[in-house]
C-alpha cells in the first residue's frame, strides 16, 4: 500500500491504477492482482492504510466536546498530509470498506454516548463531523496542484494578484467585500475556517445535549 500511497501524494489520487501501482513496484499487473482484486480495492485500501497511520486514543480526552474536536483536528492532519484523501472518503455515499476509518466513527459515536440521544443522532452526529472536515479540506488538494503548476504559494499568488484585486474590489458595488484587509484574508485560510464552523457546529450539538428529549 505504501507504493500506491506515495503515487496518490505526488500525483493526486486519480494517478492511482493498478496499472501505475505495479510500475511503482516494479511488478507486472498481473501480480498485483494476486493481492487487490480491483482499483476499488485497492482505494479502500490505501484510504484504511492512511488512517491506520493516527488511530484517535483510548479513552481519550475528558468530555464528549474534547473528544470531538480531537477528533476532527486529527483527520484534518490526515488530509493535511495527503490531500487528496478526502476524494476518496465519502461517508454519506460510497464509504470505503476501510476498518481502521470506520474505528473513527465508531469512537466518536461513544464519544457522545450517554448523553441523551438516540443511536441514530449520535451516528448523524459522528458522519456530520467527518462530512464536514472532508469538506473543509478540499481546497487542500485543489491547492497542492496550483502549488505545482504555478510554483506559487497562496500567499505568493495573492501577493502578485495585488494589482487585480484593488481594480475587481469595487467598493460602490462591493461594500463589505471590498473591506477585505489582512486578517480577513487570514481568517479565510482553509484551518481558519475548519475551526470556526467547528465550534459552531459543536455548539449545536451542546444545545442539543441540553435540550430536554433529545
Known amino acids: 500500500m505504501r507504493a500506491a500511497i506515495e503515487l496518490a501524494d505526488r500525483h493526486g489520487s486519480e494517478a492511482v491504477s493498478m496499472r ?6 516494479d511488478v507486472g499487473v498481473m501480480s498485483l492482482y494476486r493481492y487487490v482484486g480491483s482499483r476499488d480495492e485497492l482505494n479502500d485500501q490505501i484510504v484504511d492504510a492512511v488512517f491506520g497511520e493516527r488511530p484517535l486514543p483510548e479513552p481519550g480526552p475528558e468530555g464528549w466536546r474534547a473528544k470531538l474536536e480531537l477528533s476532527a483536528r486529527q483527520e484534518w492532519q490526515l488530509y493535511g498530509d495527503h ?54 479540506a478540499m481546497p487542500l488538494a485543489h491547492e497542492m496542484h496550483a502549488v505545482r503548476a504555478t510554483r506559487r504559494t497562496r500567499q505568493q499568488w495573492l501577493e502578485s494578484r495585488q494589482t487585480a484585486i484593488q481594480r475587481t474590489l469595487d467598493s460602490a458595488r462591493l461594500p463589505m467585500v471590498s473591506r477585505f484587509g489582512p486578517e480577513a484574508y487570514q481568517a479565510s485560510e482553509p484551518e481558519s475556517i475548519l475551526e470556526f464552523g467547528l465550534q459552531r457546529m459543536l455548539d449545536g450539538i451542546a444545545a442539543l445535549i441540553s435540550a430536554p428529549f433529545a
Open 83 to 136: 490531500p487528496w484523501l478526502p476524494h476518496l472518503v465519502a461517508v454519506t455515499t460510497r464509504p470505503p470498506l476501510a476498518p481502521n476509518l470506520m474505528a473513527y466513527t465508531d469512537w466518536r459515536i461513544r464519544a457522545v454516548d450517554g448523553h441523551g440521544l438516540t443511536f441514530v443522532t449520535a451516528t448523524q452526529i459522528a458522519i456530520m463531523i467527518s462530512t464536514y472536515v472532508q469538506s473543509a
Open 20 to 25: 501505475r501501482t505495479a510500475a511503482q513496484l
